[in-house]
């Protein structure tokens, strides 16, 4: 599990760069946890602080309002990681995460984590640099929500998520209609039916568990 755990903190960015004597002394803070399916790891608002590596399985960052509507955030999966704005910040979390599949994950507290930053200072200037990324990426999902429809947000959705493959794009693992609801935050019976005129059309096909993007959709519908 250690060489499991070292070699998913070297595909962090903030941490690509640190030299392999560094990674180590790090990854022997971590501890290994396991999440069954639907598991809640981090509920929003806790005063929790530390950094999770998702090392096996697949997880979902979202928020929810006062009337428990929710919205989905990011979905990461084996070799991401959440909770880095906590290590810099006495706030509450700001999101919720919870597995989506069994889960294993790699956990670094604040305390641990701050002092082997203090004795890698280097690698603080580029854990700035993700932050604002991940600031201007979060800008970006509130101005979809805010001047996008529902339409517009499921295809950018859609396209966010598949890989290319040759001409075409897939989505390896699709969204259940909830969860692509939940990420672009409209109702179920909405993306129901886009994804009925997508399939239609001739834009995407299911094959299996993947989701396959074969045409562009037009940008309009």
Not at 141 to 160: F, G
Request: with cysteine; charged share 25%.
């Amino acid at each position: 599990m250690q060489s499991e755990v070292l070699a998913n903190l070297a595909k962090i960015p903030f941490l690509a760069d640190a030299e392999e004597e560094a990674l180590a002394a790090l990854a022997a803070k971590v501890k290994t946890v396991k999440f069954p399916k639907r598991a809640m790891i981090i509920y929003e608002g806790d005063d929790t602080s530390s950094l999770y590596i998702v090392l096996s399985g697949a997880v979902r960052v979202f928020s929810t309002d006062d009337k428990d509507k929710e919205v989905t955030l990011l979905i990461q999966e084996a070799g991401s990681y959440f909770g880095e704005l906590a290590l810099l910040s006495n706030e509450p979390r700001s999101a919720a995460v919870q597995a989506t599949e069994n889960t294993v994950c790699g956990i670094v507290s604040k305390g641990d984590f701050i002092l082997w930053l203090k004795a890698h200072p280097d690698v603080a200037i580029t854990l700035l640099g993700v932050l604002a990324e991940k600031v201007r990426h979060l800008t970006e999902k509130v101005k979809q929500l805010a001047l996008s429809n529902v339409y517009e947000r499921t295809i950018k959705v859609l396209q966010d998520m598949a890989e290319k493959d040759g001409d075409i794009q897939v989505i390896a693992h699709k969204p259940t209609q909830q969860e692509l609801a939940n990420m672009v935050g409209s109702s179920r019976e909405m993306i129901n039916k886009i994804m009925k005129e997508l399939t239609k059309g001739g834009y995407v096909v299911v094959d299996g568990k993947a989701l396959k993007i074969v045409n562009k959709p037009p940008a309009a519908w």
